[in-house]
């Protein structure tokens, strides 16, 4: 029973008196329940006494009938008193067992006369009594009856010493007449409470309770603890200001090694000093400061904690994210060029996306862009052009299924874009990230996030997603130098691309080194190639292993028909060595801007070159050639090189960083000079090319680059994540640098975003930069194709 505490008992009695009487005759019901099962406790303990008895009284007289048995059976029997031999001595006389008998037989009488006395009784029935007055005048009190505060203590004393004394008189008359039950009792008790002792020295002494009371002590720190973290001292304040201070010092030319080696200075007298205290000696040069960011932040984060301070989030932070609501992720690949066009961001986005889907742990959306009729006759080869956006889906879809020989679950939607002829390529038109909806804004891929970005007006890539990734596929830094005034603009375009790209997303894949140095980038092929071509080479090991001849023609290049493209670089060479490289004669494959300039200069210099229509690099007329030349430096990485290598061919390539992925095979030839370009298309042209090993072939295939794709993107972290986003790195002992440290890289990130917002608002400065006319916003074309509101109605400005 639950009795309030005093405090209770004075607010109780201010119940109004109308509740008082049905509050006693809910106490008497009450009481008169508990009787009721008290009556029913003891007619079933009289019941168990009265089966007890009739079991004793039972036995007792079958006792009784066979002593008498016995008895009369040995005084019935005739007993001879036999002569004393020496045997006598071992055994016991007859007679002396029937002389115990007959002594022993007047004291069984008096027991069978005890036994059969209608007083006897195993032990005294105990008289239980319990007050039920009290009990119920402690309810009454509970439910409001109004008494005297001290009156009703005194009462619940008074009643608390009525019942101990009934107990102690109860153990009495009980341990009185059966003495035995009472020593068991206290030594079931004794042993009861030597075992619970036992149990709690042994918990208390446990791997498991010590675990649990160190974390417990983790989670409810002692605030004496917190003084013992020394605070932060001048030179790791400005360690931290150094460092977070990078993106704006990066925006002013600073080199991030800079930055770097200032706050290496800063912390690494402080550092050395704490490790030498630690290390042995000897070992103090062990010392790295490679860690020393990680080490500062950490620093940084325990004096938060020892303060209680925790960053709820930044001043841009977006907290209207899209939440994970079930157990499939949604992935979103943005990029910039769609098939018919056989460009590398046409063709990997869409291998990606295949591959991607084909795991069935993610739902993927690739997002490509939809060219009006008019800029379809100027992008895509063959005079090919396409009604309707399911007309343009059909034929990627069908392109797609011809190279993976799978079907390919996963959904293809279209944004409006522009085609720029100055620069040759694909500008999107209006705010690209409404056209993938709340509900599937999840994870988004961005495949050259800079080119999406630059001219983007909407909103914030990494506030509608929780995991933004971009891929760096192009290095316009190469093309724009060779432009007029090319010095001027990339440098511009360098810091917009650090600019934009730092603003929109949450890590970046750099395909080679070749490309530009970005903001949160690693550098990783996630490429593969097409399993076609893997096929063919495949066929050629086959055939090489029987001896049949695999390769009847000699070399050939293959790319789109621009100067950029590796054909500046290929004239140079052939015009240079022509006559060391008499009789090398060279197919050109390509279609391009640039053709007929291109056709004309080696024409002029007398150049061995055969220039033909482009073609499918998987086509049949291209698997006989032996050597493939790739001259480019402008490329991040060579698809075509890529193939070549696949199908088991020569590849003669500049030694460029964008070409360090294919060094690690046999086929690969690299030049660093024009006369080394010479000797390594002899070289080529004097063997024969080494069949690729299995696993040569597998870091080739698409299989392996979405394996790689998913590492070095942090995705598979992603996708394991329960809340839907990847919080980050966390330190060994529990102090996660986000959520205790506030980061000055968000804000100043958001405060990039903010300013690019409003720059690419402004039609007029859009236009200085270079930007299509009317791509701010998508037209009226784009909304007869995609069956889209008008801009002014999909987004409304009022008061304007």
């Known amino acids: 029973m639950n009795f309030k505490p005093p405090e209770a008992w004075s607010a109780s009695s201010t119940v109004a008196s109308s509740g008082s009487s049905s509050s006693i005759v809910t106490a008497e019901k009450a009481l008169s329940f508990i009787s009721k099962g008290w009556r029913e406790v003891r007619s079933s303990a009289d019941a168990d006494l009265q089966l007890l008895k009739n079991r004793a009284n039972s036995f007792k007289n079958l006792a009784d009938r066979e002593l008498e048995n016995f ?43 005890a036994y059969s006395s209608p007083d006897f009784r195993f032990y005294p029935r105990p008289q239980i009594k319990i007050d039920l007055s009290a009990i119920k005048n402690a309810i009454v009190a509970e439910v409001g009856e109004e008494e005297d505060e001290e009156y009703e203590k005194e009462r619940f004393r008074k009643w608390g010493r009525m019942r101990f004394k009934e107990r102690e008189r109860e153990e009495w ?93 800063l912390c690494g007298k402080r550092k050395s000093q704490l490790l030498l205290r630690s290390l042995p000696a000897g070992e103090s040069s062990m010392i790295e400061s490679e860690n020393i960011n990680d080490e500062l932040d950490l620093r940084i984060a325990s004096v938060l904690q020892s303060t209680g301070h925790c960053h709820e989030g930044g001043f841009w932070s977006d907290f209207g994210k899209h939440e994970v609501s079930d157990k499939m992720r949604h992935v979103a690949i943005v990029t910039t060029a769609s098939l018919p066009w ?27 862009p939809w060219l009006c009729r008019s800029d379809q006759e100027l ?25 993976i020989g799978f079907k390919a679950d996963f959904k293809i939607s279209f944004y409006p874009g522009k085609f720029s002829k100055a620069r040759r390529s694909i500008i999107p038109a209006g705010d690209t990230s409404q056209f993938i909806s709340s509900k599937d804004a999840d994870i988004a891929i961005l495949e050259e996030p800079e080119h999406l970005n630059w001219y983007h007006h909407g909103k914030r890539w990494i506030d509608k997603f929780n995991h933004v990734v971009g891929i760096v596929h192009t290095n316009y830094l190469e093309y724009i130098k060779r432009e007029k005034n090319g010095a001027l603009q990339a440098f511009l375009v360098k810091h917009i691309n650090n600019w934009v790209v730092r603003a929109y997303c949450h890590k970046v894949l750099r395909l080679s080194a070749a490309t530009q140095e970005l903001p949160k980038s690693v550098i990783c092929n996630v490429h593969g190639v097409n399993p076609k071509f893997l096929m063919i080479g495949e066929k050629v090991a086959a055939e090489k292993e029987r001896g049949e001849q695999t390769f009847s023609k000699g070399a050939y290049f293959l790319g789109k028909m ?3 493209k590796g054909y500046k670089e290929l004239i140079d060479l052939l015009a240079k060595h022509k006559k060391d490289l008499d009789g090398f004669n060279l197919d050109v494959y390509g279609n391009g801007e640039d053709a007929h300039e291109v056709q004309s200069t080696a024409k002029r210099l007398n150049l061995n070159l055969n220039f033909l229509k482009g073609r499918d690099h998987a ?60 000797a390594k298309v002899k070289e080529a042209m004097a063997n024969e090319p080494q069949p690729l090993t299995p696993e040569q072939r597998y870091h080739l295939s698409w299989e392996a680059a979405t394996q790689r794709f998913m590492e070095y993107s942090e995705l598979d972290k992603v996708l394991s994540s329960s809340g839907g986003r990847y919080s980050g790195r966390s330190s060994n002992n529990g102090l996660t640098k986000s959520a205790s440290l506030p980061n000055l890289n968000e804000m100043v990130d958001g405060g990039l975003a903010f300013a690019h917002y409003c720059l690419t608002g402004n039609e007029f400065l859009r236009l200085c930069t270079g930007a299509i006319p009317g791509t701010r916003d998508y037209d009226k074309q784009h909304c007869e194709d995609l069956h889209l509101l008008p801009p002014q109605v999909e987004n409304p400005i009022y008061g304007w």
């Open 71 to 113: 008895i009369n059976s040995a005084s019935k029997s005739p007993f001879s008193v036999p002569t004393i031999t020496a045997s006598a001595t071992l055994n016991p006389a007859p007679h002396a067992e029937i002389d115990f008998v007959k002594k022993l037989q007047p004291k069984l009488s008096e027991i069978r006369r």
């Open 342 to 368: 056989m460009t590398g961001t046409a063709v990997n986005p869409l291998f990606r996306a295949a591959y991607l889907a084909n795991s069935a742990k993610q739902n993927v959306t690739l997002l490509v």
């Open 619 to 678: 086509d049949d007329s291209l698997q006989g050639y032996k050597i493939f030349v790739n001259p480019s430096v402008s490329d991040v990485l060579c698809t075509a090189t890529a193939e070549a290598l696949a199908m088991g061919k020569f590849v003669v390539c500049a030694d460029h960083p964008s070409n360090d992925f294919f060094r690690a095979f046999p086929n690969c030839l690299t030049y660093k000079t024009p006369e080394d370009f010479v």
């Open 562 to 564: 621009v100067w950029a």
């Open 173 to 265: 008359q009980f341990g009185e007449f059966w003495e035995p039950i009472k020593t068991l009792k206290s030594r079931l008790r004794e042993l009861e409470h030597k075992s619970s002792s036992e149990i709690l020295e042994g918990i208390k002494n446990s791997e498991i309770v010590g675990k649990f009371k160190s974390s417990l002590k983790s989670i409810c720190k002692d605030p004496n603890e917190s003084k013992e973290v020394p605070p932060l001292d001048v030179p790791e304040l400005l360690a931290c200001l150094v460092r977070q201070s990078s993106p704006l010092l990066d925006q002013l030319g600073i080199n991030r090694g800079i930055s770097d080696k200032i706050v290496e200075s």
């Open 379 to 403: 992008v895509y080869p063959n005079n090919l052009t396409f009604s309707s956006p399911e007309e343009q889906e059909c034929y990627i879809r069908s392109w797609l299924e011809e190279r």
